[in-house]
């Protein structure tokens, strides 16, 4: 039997909380072969394995605790969850910005159901005052929901409604906007808003978290308050991303959104400015900016909306011993545009030339990028490089791999019968996606372990 009382859990485990006399909503003492837990008895997931219970800690976390290995359960409480964000009235000034946040899905201001384990978004108005009260000292928030999607759903598709969008509440007038998206994939769309949504009048930040609003450690609202902070009094007016700076709770940085990538898969701070330097820093409403050459936040609402994007386009990350049928397969089927990201310079090894031969013939653009993500494209200095622009391989700087891809899918979906207009959009800077020198400190990697960096870490690390 597997009531109420045991919401998601089956055998093995079932048995076992009937025969301890507990179930989901008490809190109970555990002892198990590895140690003792006190804690909430959650829920199973409907999709989750049989093997374990879960306990919500006095601190927050969930721990799983495979049911074979625990000795004794103990009733020391009972305290039914709700997992409802309360719901406020979201105060107006009149003195306030307005701003308008835009959603596609992702971890701002959410909660876990533990019925299905799924991460709940609070986005109305009233959720997010009840959530993150802080915002209403900054503005007079607005909300629309476009997608409730995954980031790794997002896609064209995604990318031109959202800049329609953006167009059209710019010229409603608002202050701001403020556009929540999954991190998987943020930087994939900041860059199709840069070149869909060139010179606008007013801030565009992208935010999102990488740990839901229910964890303690969550990044959440402060990601939140300081790009609302940006979006309504901030005066850089380009699409930027705006993400924790250090993994500690300092501050936040604004990234131009041409030049910045995802770079770990759960550190608060995995956004990182590549061969450049964050735009500013975002500290409880003051903004300090770290470059003067962005676009400043202008009294009217002029705005280019270019919404277009070819999807048949292929971004191919080269590796010793690639085939000439990988680019063949591609031009085979029906796709207009590829991206390379070489080795080195900016190479791929000669076995690929009578497919690049082949593909340039067929009218396919292609370019080449840098899998060393730091960098330019320097194809004159080795023969390889040399030999690879003969057969029509266009350099692109120092753009990222990613941001090439999707240029090169709006700037075909722009110019989709004239190759010529898309080279020449793809070697022009529209958007501060490829920059005319790396700044000295564009290029940081800390090496843990050596020395020195273990003498700086011992200096700032707390």
Request: aromatic share 8%; with cysteine.
């Amino acid at each position: 039997m597997n009531d109420d009382r045991y919401k998601g859990y089956r055998e093995p485990c079932l048995g076992l909380l009937q025969r301890f006399d507990v179930g989901v909503w008490y809190e109970v003492r555990v002892t198990t072969r590895e140690g003792s837990f006190e804690g909430l008895l959650l829920p199973r997931s409907v999709t989750s394995d049989a093997h374990h219970i879960v306990l919500k800690l006095t601190t927050g976390y969930n721990v799983g605790l495979r049911c074979d290995t625990i000795v004794e359960m103990q009733q020391i409480g009972y305290r039914e969850a709700h997992y409802k964000i309360p719901e406020q009235e979201f105060p107006v000034s009149r003195d306030k910005p307005r701003v308008k946040l835009l959603g596609t899905g992702g971890t701002i201001a959410s909660r876990l159901d533990y019925r299905t384990g799924a991460v709940i978004p609070a986005f109305s108005p009233g959720e997010l005052y009840g959530s993150v009260p802080e915002l209403a000292e900054i503005c007079n928030l607005e909300t629309d929901k476009l997608f409730g999607v995954f980031s790794e759903n997002m896609g064209p598709e995604q990318y031109l409604v959202l800049a329609e969008t953006i167009g059209q509440t710019i010229e409603e007038g608002y202050a701001g906007i403020v556009v929540g998206h999954g991190t998987d994939t943020m930087h994939h769309t900041a860059a199709a808003l840069s070149f869909m949504v060139q010179d606008p009048p007013v801030p565009i930040v992208m935010v999102g978290s990488q740990r839901s609003s229910d964890r303690p450690s969550s990044d959440a609202a402060q990601n939140l308050i300081n790009a609302t902070w940006a979006a309504a009094t901030g005066d850089i007016a380009e699409v930027m991303v705006c993400m924790f700076g250090p993994t500690s709770d300092q501050y936040n940085l604004l990234h131009r959104g041409t030049r910045v990538r995802k770079m770990h898969s759960s550190y608060r701070s995995t956004f990182r400015t590549l061969g450049d330097i964050p735009l500013a820093m975002v500290d409880d409403g003051v903004i300090t900016h770290l470059k003067d050459d962005y676009r400043p936040r202008r009294d009217d609402r002029r705005v280019k909306v270019q919404p277009a994007f070819e999807e048949k386009v292929s971004l191919l990350y080269y590796y010793p011993n690639m085939q000439a049928d990988m680019v063949d397969a591609l031009v085979e089927r029906g796709y207009k545009g590829i991206v390379l990201a070489g080795t080195g310079l900016g190479h791929v090894n000669r076995t690929l030339y009578p497919a690049l031969r082949r593909a340039h013939e067929a009218g396919v653009v292609v370019f080449m990028t840098l899998q060393t993500l730091w960098g330019f494209v320097q194809m004159h200095v080795y023969e390889t490089g040399r030999e690879i622009l003969e057969l029509g391989v266009v350099p692109l700087a120092n753009m990222l791999p990613e941001v090439a891809y999707i240029k090169l899918g709006w700037a075909l979906g722009m110019h989709p019968d004239d190759p010529a207009r898309v080279v020449e959009l793809m070697t022009t800077s529209i958007a501060g996606e490829m920059t005319e020198r790396e700044p000295h400190d564009g290029y940081l990697v800390f090496q843990g372990g050596v020395p020195e960096i273990q003498d700086f870490l011992q200096q700032v690390w707390k």
